[in-house]
């Protein structure tokens, strides 16, 4: 069964600093892997998705890496802004039969401040 | 068009109630996905629908029946929930499964059920 980690549970940093997000994952049969952002009480809001067979993808001051072999992505937020303040998840993408199921980690709530 | 659209976005219920919650997607998507979440936990998956046929239950209760009438439409029925069951309730969809890991899945707002 797919565990997923993500490390620090929280995060709080001034406003201005580039940050890392981790995440690791325990099955390295992947399929993709996405990374989401969450405001409290709200839907999830899709930042990047790394496919299999990709090492990183990049957007805006996003900029998320896979390590496949290590069961690791990183997440680097370049220039925290407070809208960024939000919990972010990443979730790892493992193909059925029936389809694409995505196991989610528990989060890093970040809160950036002025 | 790049959303997924839920109704209702709060919904109260009792036990012996019987009541729906809606999703829709007009961007193609062949494939939609209910996932329930508690509150500080995430997400997790509850059913998959591919092509408009359930392809995927994660051992649900059955006082949990979904449908999908068609490819834009996805419907999650309730019955006989129990206190427990309050959560808030996540649809999403993604293109059809292309097999090189590209299909990203994009959430809807979900609907906040409480189960009194």
């Known amino acids: 069964k797919q565990e997923v980690t993500q490390i620090p549970a929280a995060l709080s940093v001034p406003e201005g600093e580039n940050l890392v997000l981790n995440c690791s994952f325990t099955d390295s049969a992947i399929y993709n892997l996405q990374w989401f952002r969450q405001d409290p009480g709200k839907g999830l809001t899709s930042l990047l998705l790394?496919?299999?067979?990709?090492r990183e993808q990049t957007s805006g001051r996003l900029n998320a890496s896979l390590d496949k072999s290590s069961g690791r992505s990183t997440l680097y937020i370049a220039a925290s802004q407070p809208g960024d303040s939000a919990t972010y998840l990443c979730a790892v993408g493992i193909l059925t039969g029936g389809g694409n199921k995505l196991t989610f980690g528990t989060g890093t709530q970040l809160k950036v401040e002025l | 068009d790049t959303e997924v659209t839920q109704t209702p976005k709060h919904l109260v219920m009792g036990m012996t109630n019987k009541k729906s919650l809606k999703c829709e997607q007009h961007m193609g998507h062949r494939a939609m996905y209910w996932y329930k979440q508690k509150a500080k936990k995430p997400p997790e998956l509850m059913f998959v629908y591919s092509y408009e046929k359930l392809s995927i239950n994660e051992s649900v209760p059955s006082r949990f029946s979904p449908e999908c009438p068609n490819s834009s439409l996805l419907n999650l029925h309730l019955h006989a929930l129990q206190p427990e069951d309050s959560a808030l309730y996540l649809c999403?969809?993604?293109?059809?499964?292309?097999?090189?890991?590209?299909?990203?899945?994009?959430f809807g707002p979900g609907t906040r059920l409480t189960v009194l």
């Open positions: 790394i496919q299999s067979s990709q």
């Open positions: 999403a969809s993604s293109p059809k499964f292309s097999g090189r890991g590209g299909d990203e899945q994009f």
